[in-house]
């Protein structure tokens, strides 16, 4: 999932990083991790974000498993809120105390991270072993400027996951391959059950398939173009408002996630854009306690392009730059992306691996996994900006008001691009 950081909080951190103690040369890899791993020494600190209950336990058991494979090196465990860890890695980053060796990282962070020069580049280091066995989607949020600042953990997208009791109900034989078609569908299934088809959610994470559909994203960074008022987002946030008006439920937006949650699980609305973390709460609902086979799984519909494609979300492990054991940092990072640890915390955790390899018939024997694990082939990842995380913020206020009926959705998209101007200086519009 993305979150976004202020344009103050961002101009600080462009600041601070060009001051940053990441890169010290005293810090430099020796080469033992690829020549002689058994030799290698040193003391690591490395920062987890997983669920500290249901989670973590297989995190730390993983961790035993390594440092008794490389006696020599000890790993602290420390675990840290998803919530806190953006801003308490960048503290740590820019002042050059206390930041951890290595860090689990939202994928959408590995830009940002990368440009202000907190984590190291891996290409060639021992943290990047058997590059060919990682799916193209999470392997592609490593990336920043042709080199690659982080390893693929556990990975997720968003797809289309329905009510197929609902669907029976209403004669729907198969899931909607398009917005035309998800609002047909909707329309039939309140016709003849009285559910409403969908919730939909307010965050403009969750908007993100609808610009994919339409090929375009916030901004192409390749022509340092902002494209979030382009006639294709206009058109695609247009049919997000279409889908709102005709087919969603009345929409709480001070607890449109819990509320969408509810709807969804005890069988108030039908259909619902969401990843597979919410499959553990889905099920624990009236719809599909007890029946978790009731709960379908498909790709979220495509727009004008033919093409499903959702944003490719997940966590990578990257190394802090100015870690005095890169070493030990690289084995670490390697040993916990390897294929076998991924097959541990897959059937432990249930959250999708990113190495092919790592799809065994143990992982696929959990049903939310073999139904997203398709899915992840329509994952792409966002666009690779440092300053993508503060973009969706003025985004989503402007979102919220042309749901709303605040404003169209042309004004609404160009006061939107104006706010982006000021976060990516050069950048036309």
Known sequence: MRRGISAV???????????????????????????????????????????????????????????????????????????????????????????????????????????????????????????????????????????????????DTLGLLYNKELFAKAGITKPPTTWDEFISVSKTIKDKTGVTGTYVNPDTYFLMPLLFGEGTDLADAAAKKITINSPEAVKAVTKAKEIYDTSSAKVDFASAYDNMQTSFKNGKVAMLIQGPWSVSDDISGSAFKGKESNLGYAPVPAGSTGKPQAPTGGHDLAVYQGSKNLDASYLFTEFMTSSASQVTIATKTGTLPTRTSAYTPAVTADPKIAGFKSIMDTARPRVALAQVGSLFTPLQQQYVKILQGQVSVQAGLDAAASEFATLLPGFTK
């Open 9 to 155: 909080a961002m101009a600080a951190a462009i600041v601070l990083g060009a001051t940053a103690c990441g890169g010290s040369s005293d810090n430099k890899s020796t080469g033992d991790a690829a020549k002689d791993p058994a030799g290698v020494s040193g003391d690591i600190t490395y920062w987890d974000t997983s669920d500290a209950t249901n989670e973590a336990p297989v995190y730390q058991s993983l961790i035993k498993d390594f440092m008794a494979k490389y006696p020599k090196i000890k790993v602290k465990y420390v675990n840290v809120p998803f919530s806190d860890v953006e801003n308490k890695f960048k503290t740590a980053a820019q002042s050059g105390k206390g930041a951890p060796d290595v860090v689990r990282a939202d994928v959408g962070l590995i830009p940002e991270y990368a440009s202000n020069h907190y984590i190291a580049p891996l290409d060639g280091t021992a943290a990047l072993k058997d590059t060919g066995d990682f799916t193209q989607g999470p392997l592609n949020t490593t990336k920043y400027e042709g080199k690659t600042y982080g390893v693929p953990s556990v990975t």
